[in-house]
């Protein structure tokens, strides 16, 4: 089949900037085609209330030349115990030129043993926990270890993806595609990463949000490894 | 009702990114309720193939604290022919707080005539026809004029986004989105805005692909204000 066959995998809970971001670069890659793949062709739910609408079942999915798997919280160790995405990924992997994540999906990559002896990258609140799945977190926005490619939290997908296409279709395909999507970004707050937000900020934020998907990821992944 | 309501406007052929980014933001407001409102709740077609659903239509939604429109291509325009996503942003727009646009959904706003006097930006390739609406073309990522808030294309809906969450619920909240986002960007080049592109690359996203988009807002919103 002609193009190259790019595969996201969706599953419910999942955080849909992590997917739609790269998406939108990836959509533009040169001779490529995107699947939308999930277990069913239901909408699949996301965490913030869109369901977003899949175009393939893990079953009927062609073969992918790159294969991406978003995050999620709670999602991401459902959809590991529930196998059906990890088998996917695990599947495809054997021959994909390229098996990438973005935020915690490195763990389902992880549960489809695809982490092991790898540098990788996560959400920065769980990335202690890849060493639960064999990996050696490397401390960068995305990391590339041979074919597999991990990037940091939600947001860092887009700067992922943008690195994708430069690999694969050169630099000014990438050059295009971000001054096509006025990628200029401007945060007005300089704390988009625990090294730089104030003390008190991130103990708050950890207290209202990262100490409890820490431990469910900590608990989740113990779990699955001992099933 | 209690809550903040927080209205995105889909329809089909939007740019995702314009609507997912801003959502994942903006789904961490708190206090805020989120609807995602469309002609119907049938699934809606995006440009690059993900499907949507709306959970609310524009008939049932309730009443807007802010409406937020994303934009698009040639979906932008027909959406404006057929009219319905203006009636609701224009019936809406009379008691909303705040009435938002994000890249092309700018001339959504100027179709219901919400931007006549006022300043405002979209996508740097159509800047020029905010005239056609009524509005005055202001050199910025996000634009605010009283409770008219528009961003440039795309990805400023996140930047945008995060001002609106700092405007309503106070700086800590948006630093707190942010970090949670990991956003801190780091794009692999610096193009993301015709005025650090170089010049071959420029004409040649123009040649390739908004040279036809300008003409088709040109011809469409002539076309529009004819009618």
Same mark, same amino acid.
């Given at each position: &089949? ?9 599953? =419910? ?24 793949? *999930? ?12 369901? +977003? ?14 294969? $991406? ?21 695990? %599947?495809? *992997? ?8 973005? $935020?915690? @999906? ?44 991990? *990037?940091? @939290?939600?947001? #860092?997908?887009?700067?992922? *993806? ?10 000014? #395909? ?6 096509? &999507?006025?990628?200029?970004?401007? =945060? =007005? ?5 625990? /090294?730089?937000?104030?003390? @008190? ?13 820490? /431990? &469910?990821?900590?608990?989740? +992944?113990? %779990?699955?490894?001992?099933?």
């Amino acid at each position: &089949m002609a193009g190259f066959h790019i595969g996201f995998v969706i599953f =419910p809970g999942l955080t849909q900037l992590d997917f739609t971001g790269p998406l939108q670069v990836l959509s533009h890659l040169p001779g490529g085609v995107v699947h939308i793949a *999930a277990k069913t062709l239901e909408p699949v739910p996301s965490v913030c209330g869109l369901a +977003l609408v899949p175009n393939r079942t893990f079953a009927d999915c062609p073969e992918l030349d790159l294969i $991406c798997v978003p995050g999620g919280g709670k999602g991401v160790i459902q959809a590991i115990e529930d196998g059906a995405a990890v088998e996917f990924v695990r %599947r495809q *992997a054997v021959r994909a030129k390229y098996v990438t994540s973005v $935020c915690t @999906g490195a763990f389902i990559l992880g549960a489809a043993g695809l982490l092991r002896g790898r540098r990788a990258t996560t959400h920065w609140a769980v990335t202690e926990q890849l060493g639960t799945v064999g990996a050696t977190f490397e401390r960068a926005r995305v990391v590339q270890d041979g074919n597999i490619i991990t *990037a940091g @939290g939600v947001t #860092s997908g887009i700067d992922f *993806a943008l690195r994708v296409v430069a690999e694969i279709a050169g630099e000014d #395909s990438a050059r295009a595609i971000q001054l096509g &999507m006025e990628y200029d970004p401007a =945060p =007005p707050f300089d704390c988009g990463h625990p /090294d730089r937000a104030p003390a @008190g900020l991130l103990a708050s934020v950890m207290a209202n949000r990262y100490h409890a998907l820490r /431990d &469910m990821f900590r608990s989740g +992944l113990t %779990r699955v490894a001992a099933a």
